[in-house]
T-cell receptor, first 113, second 111 residues
């Protein structure tokens, strides 16, 4: 069993829909939780990060962490075609920067105009 | 200006060959990484260097050898390439307390 589980999709939704992506994990040492967005044939880029449990909102994006359930989610409101990408959750235990990140397998999302 | 760059972008080679991938970052970061992304998009760390010193070495065949000539460069040399080495290899860099910035990737195909 992988340390981080993520439904690979693919997921297709119409423009304007609310999208919810999620990951579960098994390592209780994880404290830093990230969502990366990866466009086709590009490198991953950080979308949002959260430390420990709680919510964080940035524009149309909301990240939630529930450490008691070992569950994290990313909500995208008013989805746009430009949101079409693969979304990767990532986690680390001790540091936001200089530490290995453990990734989920990524969810491929397509927003249909 | 590209923050993290990799060369080459594409690499097609035959089994048994030796090849190198180069990475450079102009962000002034102390730590650099190599990740491998397989065909199912699973991204897994291979190595990490901090100020030219190896700090993370995951379970990777010893045919893979990273080298960091200075803290702005991290190269990956692969000996005796196998079909299973086909993947996209990403370089990344970071400082303590900062996010990891990824390069554009090198798509390696072994035939």
């Amino acid at each position: 069993q992988k340390e981080v589980e993520q439904d690979p999709g693919p997921l297709s939704v119409p423009e304007g829909a609310i999208v919810s992506l999620n990951c579960t994990y098994s390592n209780s040492a994880f404290q830093y939780f990230m969502w990366y967005r990866q466009y086709s044939r590009k490198g991953p880029e950080l979308l949002m990060y959260t430390y420990s449990s709680g919510n964080k909102e940035d524009g149309r994006f909301t990240a939630q962490v529930d450490k008691s359930s070992k569950y994290i989610s990313l909500c995208i409101r008013d989805s746009q075609p430009s949101d079409s990408a693969t979304y990767l959750c990532a986690m680390s235990a001790y540091n936001f920067g200089n530490e290995k990140l453990t990734f989920g397998t990524g969810t491929r999302l397509t927003i249909i105009p | 200006d590209t923050a993290v760059s990799q060369t080459p972008k594409y690499l097609v080679t035959q089994m048994g060959n030796d090849k190198s991938i180069k990475c450079e970052q102009n962000l002034g970061h102390d730590t650099m990484y190599w990740y491998k992304q397989d065909s199912k998009k699973f991204l897994k760390i291979m190595f990490s260097y901090n100020n030219k010193e190896l700090i993370i070495n995951e379970t990777v065949p010893n045919r893979f050898s990273p080298k960091s000539p200075d803290k702005a460069h991290l190269n990956l040399h692969i000996n005796s390439l196998e079909l299973g080495d086909s993947a996209v290899y990403f370089c990344a860099s970071s400082n303590e307390g900062s996010q990891q910035y990824f390069g554009p990737g090198t798509r390696l195909t072994v035939t």
